[in-house]
């Protein structure tokens, strides 16, 4: 049976469109185990006519028993990007569960070249897997 598309989650927040694509990762997780691994793509889609660098992250990642782990630290995948007016920034990371689905939420901090600040939402994603009993057919 083929797989269905896994959805695309999209907010804007003052002219920054952040979209996310989850993916769960089959070979990579071990269910016996309570192993679940997913890869989510981000998207930053800068829509103002400001550059912004994306300073730092915060986010919530929410497992199937509401347990939630807070991960924040500078920039994201080792990096600070500058996102141009009319630019993409474009990035995979993954998030493990011990659960075989959650969610995750979160927000970007970015400043422009004259010290403004912004604080863009990251929209409310479904981390979901074939494993879990409890999701609608």
């Known amino acids: 049976m083929p797989r269905k598309p896994a959805p695309v989650y999209e907010q804007t927040t003052d002219g920054l469109k952040i979209r996310v694509k989850p993916k769960f990762l089959h070979d990579e997780s071990e269910p016996a185990r309570f192993k679940f691994i997913w890869a989510y793509t ?7 006519d ?11 990642i929410i497992d199937a028993d509401g347990r939630t782990q807070i991960v924040e ?23 493990p569960l011990s659960t075989p689905s959650g ?5 970007y901090f ?16 479904s981390l979901d ?4 009993g409890s999701q609608p057919s």
């Open 50 to 60: 400001t550059s912004w660098t994306l300073i730092s992250r915060h986010w919530e």
């Open 103 to 107: 969610m995750m939420r979160g927000q």
């Open 42 to 48: 981000v998207e930053v889609e800068n829509g103002t």
């Open 110 to 125: 970015l400043e422009d070249v004259d010290g403004a600040s912004l604080a863009a939402d990251i929209p409310l994603f």
């Open 129 to 132: 897997s074939p494993y879990d």
């Open 73 to 95: 630290g500078e920039g994201v995948v080792g990096q600070q990007p500058v996102i141009q007016p009319g630019g993409v920034f474009r990035y995979t990371s993954g998030a």
